[in-house]
């Protein structure tokens, strides 16, 4: 256990912002502090703090290790916790990605209710559209609204993310409402960039394939949402952001018999993680939020 009391010497001194306020704190000598931070810089080569007469401060390695180091400390007093009979509250770090309109408009709040039921918990989330593999850039949980899968880690579906063909009133009654997808390339088109400009639909005479060249593209989706409903274009949009839009009559859909390829809001977790208890909790806390039925299709039957 050398090497976590070492660590945890590591980041009471961080936290302190001096070796001597850090002992203090838990009741130790500053020699043996000093002396666990020596040891912890000698087993990982890398000097971890500046210091001077009045001063510590991080270096820059020191200021890379500081969250590793934290959700080192976690994961092993979470498996103390574990085999303890007495049941323990949860806590540590868990860091997320998590798409950015779908946050903003929903996993938002889903968070903020976990940390509520949870405060020991401590959320860093990370907001991109990009398709990410967890295990390479140290996530405890990716949330995707991609097919991307990785290995060494574990998909868990939450529900499916139907998308829709949609445009302003004004702007059908000026240009007229296309009857085929290969209509779409005689009008202005509004695109969600990291889904690419090479739309799918299959409809009653089979699949339908078209290139677009947008009017505007944007890896905001609700960005893309003014745009529609302006006037701007024909979007395609997924149902969680139009469907306010839809019932207020700010946005009609176009080629309702034309469907996009099915794609899953789902969690990828790193099999190596899935067994800490504060990130197992949090994704049992996501799967019942959004399975089987998503809040937004909830939200729309209150409306109703």
Request: one cysteine or more.
């Amino acid at each position: 256990m050398d090497t976590i009391e070492n660590l945890r010497a590591f980041l009471a001194v961080t936290e302190m912002g001096s070796f001597s306020a850090a002992a203090r704190r838990g009741g130790l000598a500053t020699s043996v502090l000093t002396k666990r931070v020596n040891q912890l810089e000698h087993a990982i080569r890398t000097k971890l703090f500046i210091r001077t007469t009045r001063t510590v401060t991080l270096t820059e390695a020191g200021q890379r290790w500081i969250e590793r180091a934290r959700s080192l400390v976690a994961d092993i007093d979470d498996a103390m916790r574990q085999v303890s009979a007495a049941e323990q509250e949860l806590e540590g770090p868990v860091r997320v990605k998590a798409p950015t309109t779908l946050t903003a408009l929903y996993l938002g709040r889903t968070l903020t209710r976990f940390q509520t039921l949870h405060p020991k918990v401590f959320i860093e989330l990370v907001l991109t559209d990009r398709v990410v593999n967890p295990s390479d850039e140290r996530f405890d949980i990716a949330i995707a609204a991609f097919n991307a899968t990785f290995n060494n880690v574990v998909d868990v579906r939450l529900c499916p993310l139907r998308r829709q063909l949609c445009a302003a009133p004004e702007y059908l009654s000026a240009r007229g409402m296309p009857e085929h997808p290969r209509d779409l390339l005689e009008h202005d088109t509004i695109c969600f960039s990291p889904t690419g400009s090479i739309w799918s639909f299959t409809g009653p005479g089979g699949p339908a394939t078209i290139e677009i060249n947008p009017r505007i593209s944007a890896n905001d989706g609700q960005v893309l949402l003014r745009a529609a409903q302006a006037g701007n274009g024909i979007a395609l949009l997924s149902e969680y952001l139009i469907l306010p839009s839809l019932r207020s009559g700010k946005l009609v859909t176009v080629l309702a018999d034309f469907a996009p390829p099915e794609i899953w809001v789902k969690m990828l977790i790193p099999e190596a993680r899935t067994n800490i208890a504060r990130i197992r909790a949090l994704v049992e806390f996501l799967k019942e939020e959004f399975t089987p039925s998503p809040p937004w299709l909830r939200e729309a039957k209150t409306v109703a």
